[in-house]
Every structure is written in structure tokens, then in C-alpha cells.
């Protein structure tokens, strides 16, 4: 796989941003999809997952009641929908593929073995 995150720039607080995961060259049908970000200094940090028929979500505290997370199985793209933007949001954010856990998702980074190379989200007046 070759994960490319699209999407991310600049945005003032409360404002909004939807990024996009997708590969061109091979189906991600058959791989739970996980975002992530990393802060400036902070450690990278689980922000949602989304499992690869789309039916089961999961959602970081920070995440929960602003950021949704869907999937276009025809486009083979994963979307991180971002509303309501707070300056705390900013950072590089990566999405991953894993196709381990069935049935799911997880927000255990370690179980994401294709990364890409992540988009830059900053929020800022």
C-alpha cells in the first residue's frame, strides 16, 4: 500500500477541514483505517478508526462530537470530516492501514502496519 493523506492547511479556530486517505494503486476494502496525529513535541496520539466495511467507528476523548470519520469504497478513500477546529487540533496527521483486526478497528497504532507520509493541519487565528 501507498497511503496518501490529502486535505490538511490552514484553518482558524472553529473553522473546518476534511481529510482524505486513499491509495491509487491498490483497494483498501479489505484494511481497517486508523488516523493519527502528532503535535509539535507531543508523541503521536490516536485520533479515530473506521473498519473496513465502514460499519464500526471508533473515536480519541479529543475527537468525540467533532471529527467524523466515513469511507467511499468506490473512490478508496477514507475521509476525516474536522468541525469546530481548536488550536490544541494542530499537527501532522497520518492515516494507516490495518488488516488484522476483523470486524473493527482499533486505536492501538502498533497494529498499523502501511503509514503515509501524513498532511499538516494548523489551526491558528
Known amino acids: 500500500l501507498q497511503l496518501v493523506e490529502s486535505g490538511g492547511g490552514l484553518v482558524q479556530p472553529g473553522g473546518s477541514l476534511r481529510l482524505s486517505c486513499a491509495d491509487s494503486g491498490f483497494s483498501l476494502d479489505n484494511y481497517a483505517i486508523g488516523w493519527f496525529r502528532r503535535a509539535p513535541g507531543k508523541e503521536r496520539e490516536s485520533v479515530s478508526c473506521?473498519?473496513?466495511?465502514?460499519?464500526?467507528?471508533n473515536y480519541a476523548e479529543s475527537a468525540k462530537g467533532r471529527f467524523t470519520i466515513s469511507r467511499d469504497h468506490a473512490k478508496n478513500t477514507v475521509y476525516l470530516e474536522m468541525n469546530n477546529l481548536e488550536i490544541e487540533d494542530t499537527a501532522v496527521y497520518f492515516c494507516?492501514?490495518?488488516?488484522?483486526?476483523?470486524?473493527?478497528?482499533?486505536?492501538?497504532?502498533?497494529?498499523?502496519?502501511?503509514w503515509g507520509q501524513g498532511t499538516q493541519v494548523t489551526v491558528s487565528s
Open positions: 494507516a492501514a490495518d488488516r488484522h483486526v476483523k470486524g473493527g478497528c482499533t486505536l492501538f497504532m502498533t497494529f498499523y502496519e502501511y
Open positions: 473506521i473498519s473496513s466495511s465502514g460499519g464500526s467507528k
